[in-house]
């Protein structure tokens, strides 16, 4: 999730790691645009493309994921939880 900025520092901490992914891609938030890494420019698909809802619906999932761990997290804390 995230611009060229987030690609490019999602890069930097996959190179740190003996396997690399296939693919990796960021969705930028508003305009919607996606980056790649072998791309300078990001590609733009039209609001109803079915490859864009994909996108996006897997990053609200992976949005969706993080808060639910986060607040569980937090609880677990709040509890005393060790």
Do not use: C, W
């Amino acid at each position: 999730d995230g611009g060229k900025g987030q690609l490019s520092a999602t890069m930097e901490a996959f190179a740190m790691l003996d396997k690399q992914p296939p693919m990796v891609i960021s969705l930028a938030k508003k305009e919607e645009l996606i980056y790649m890494v072998d791309r300078d420019e990001p590609i733009k698909l039209g609001r109803n493309n079915d490859g864009l809802k994909l996108v996006q619906a897997m990053r609200d999932e992976a949005h969706r994921f993080a808060q639910h761990y986060h607040l569980l997290l937090r609880n677990k804390k709040m509890l005393g939880d060790s």
